[in-house]
């Protein structure tokens, strides 16, 4: 079946490094993604990873993907107040076709204190 | 540029009625999709279209149904709303390039309450 497992809650200090874990089930995900989510908003996409890949870095984003374990991590390094929001780890459902279908986990509330 | 547009953006409505959420993509954008989020939870996804064309279809009653119309905007119909349908209603926009990423585009939702 298709799931996708995060931790509900991660808090750090201002200027720490944080890091987001999430398991997934469907091997045949092509693309991993990640999104940030704050009050009362829509979902804003902070990267992606094709799932040939090991890492991506995008300035103070770090996407680890260990195919084998089907586990990604998001690491954001010095990490801001502004960075306080729900993170949501989203893996492209597989299967025979391209429905266009998202499955997202239930979210990591991350509380930055200063 | 503008980015997806959704209306509107709060609704209330009692149990039985029906209810239409407008959805329009990013510029360029031929597919749009619908998720369904609860309060504390992720999204679910409901439908995707993609030139006017039902392209996939998540785990929800036929009281749901979805238009995409010529210019690539998109509606949501619910009809016979349950007080569970109260939710977050998000589109999304993206643009698939055959098999390859469908990176989708995300709007600021409507928020429905059913009463």
Redesign the interface.
């Known amino acids: 079946g298709e799931d ?1 497992e995060q931790s509900l809650f991660l808090s750090v200090r201002e200027g720490d490094s944080s890091v987001i874990n999430c398991t997934y089930t469907d091997s045949s995900s ?2 991993l ?1 990640w ?1 940030k989510q704050e009050p009362g ?5 902070l990267t ?1 990873i ?1 799932s040939n890949m090991d890492m991506k870095q995008d300035q103070r984003l770090t996407v680890l993907l260990n195919k084998k374990d089907k586990h990604l991590s998001l690491r954001i390094a010095d990490t801001q107040t502004g960075d306080s929001a729900i993170y ?1 780890c ?1 893996e ?2 597989g299967g025979s076709g ?10 990591t509330t991350l509380q930055v204190k200063p | 540029d503008a980015g ?1 547009t959704q209306s509107p953006t709060h609704l209330i409505k009692t149990r039985g009625q029906q209810v239409t959420l407008r959805c329009s993509p990013i510029s360029g954008h031929k ?1 749009v ?1 619908w ?1 369904q989020q609860v309060l ?6 409901i439908f ?1 279209y ?1 030139e006017k064309e039902e ?4 785990n929800f009653p036929d009281r749901f149904s979805a238009r995409q119309f010529p210019n690539y905007s998109s509606e949501l119909n619910v009809n016979a709303l349950l007080l569970g349908d109260s939710a977050l209603y ?1 589109c ?1 926009s ?1 643009s ?1 390039a055959g ?1 390859g ?9 409507t928020r429905l309450t059913v009463l």
Do not use: E, H, M, W
């Not at chain 2, 504390?40 to 996804?45: D, E, I, L, S």
């Open positions: 996708v092509t693309y993604y999104y908003a829509g979902l804003q996409l992606y094709f949501f989203a492209s459902g391209n429905t266009g279908k998202l499955i997202f986990g239930q979210g | 997806v597919s999709s998720y504390g939870q992720g999204p679910q996804f995707q993609y392209r996939g279809r998540g998000l999304a993206s698939p098999g990423t469908d990176t989708q585009y995300f709007g600021p939702g």
